[in-house]
């Protein structure tokens, strides 16, 4: 009933930038919470950067000062930019909201897809 596309994923040099975007879509009476998680190979999925539905965000220390979150509450998409790339950022990354779909339903968190971000060295 709640989708989420993700898309911006691709091949960068070490040093390059990439930014993602996810939109969601579908039943949404209110989008709260968004953020960013990746996982690589044989790794534990991690958190990168969330933003509450006001814009206030939160990164993981790996990232801060590279990476940049935002959102467009109108379009229900957050972004990731993604700036001075690392091998060490290479996973897929996933996209995650906090939805509510009506407004006496709890709310859920969504996943999309994922997008695949290699950075080469």
């Known amino acids: 009933q709640v989708q989420l596309v993700e898309s911006g994923g691709g091949l960068v040099q070490a040093g390059g930038s990439l930014r993602l975007s996810c939109a969601a879509s579908?039943?949404?009476?209110?989008?709260?919470?968004m953020g960013w998680y990746r996982q690589a190979p044989g790794k534990q999925r991690e958190r990168v950067a969330v933003?509450?539905?006001?814009?206030?965000?939160n990164y993981a220390d790996s990232v801060k000062g590279r990476f940049t979150i935002s959102r467009d509450n109108a379009k229900n998409t957050v972004y990731l930019q993604m700036n001075s790339l690392k091998p060490e950022d290479t996973a897929v990354y996933y996209c995650?909201?906090?939805?509510?779909?009506?407004?006496?339903?709890?709310?859920?968190?969504?996943w999309g897809q994922g997008t695949q971000v290699t950075v080469s060295s």
């Open positions: 579908g039943s949404i009476f209110r989008v709260n919470a």
């Open positions: 995650n909201a906090e939805v509510s779909s009506t407004w006496y339903t709890p709310r859920s968190d969504y």
């Open positions: 933003i509450t539905s006001g814009g206030s965000p």
